[in-house]
């Protein structure tokens, strides 16, 4: 992996024969009670020493992910747009520092269908904000979920079905990672980077205890498990890891700490 460019609201990398571009949509906070315990109650405060929060507050950023090449240029997750919180919706200022404008999109896969992953597919006046972007890879799991937003109406014709070993661009993998979401995805790139949307939601936290769940995962357990075989999968093959949720700059090595892991944030000498 070689850093090519860095902006303040994007970092792209080199692969092999793939560019992946992380892009921050922004960053929010949300409470210290999301992290939940086995029991699924907020951790006590003496679990939480190491969070990286201001009072109590955990930094949220958001993030998308671009992967370019020959065959195409593929958006995953699009951002919170104006449909959560004001800090955010700031994707298509990352894209025009990245050096990447819209119409250049070909194709777009999500890793879920919450609010902070899909809102940036359609503009502030209702049209698509990727004209270009001929299919919409959501996972079969989610489709009526996103088919009964009405804001993303417009995108409805471009909808593409996603399962677990699909390619939406080619060197780019989906990968089954449920439990925060019922068909909650992670991409493999280049059989090197693996992308894996919201498995992580606080690093401080969940990788020295990967047990810990987020207040919205949507089955908690599975969730967990997804966390924990998809973090063993990323050591054993020496995967490079990058998350919608991952402190700057969204990317990093993953390696076993103790009982769980520890996250090593990508810098320009790794
Ligand atoms: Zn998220």
Redesign the pocket.
Known sequence: MRIVRETPLSLTVELAELTVTMLLDGETAMPLTHLRGLDGAALPAADLAGADHSGDKLR?P?RAFLVQGQAGCLLI?SGAARAWHPTLGRLPAAMNEAGVGPAEVTVIAL??T????VSGLVDEDGGLAFPNACRVFVATEELNAFRAEPRMIPVLPRLMPLEQGDGPMRGVTAINAPG?SPGHMAFLVEGRMLIW??LV?HAAVQFPRPEVTWA?DDAPDEARASRLALMEQAVEAGWLVAG??LPDPGLGHISRAGDGYAFHPATCST
Do not use: E, K, N, R
């Open positions: 949220l958001v997750d890793t879920h919450h609010v902070d992953h925060h949307g919201d939601h919205f919608a949720h």
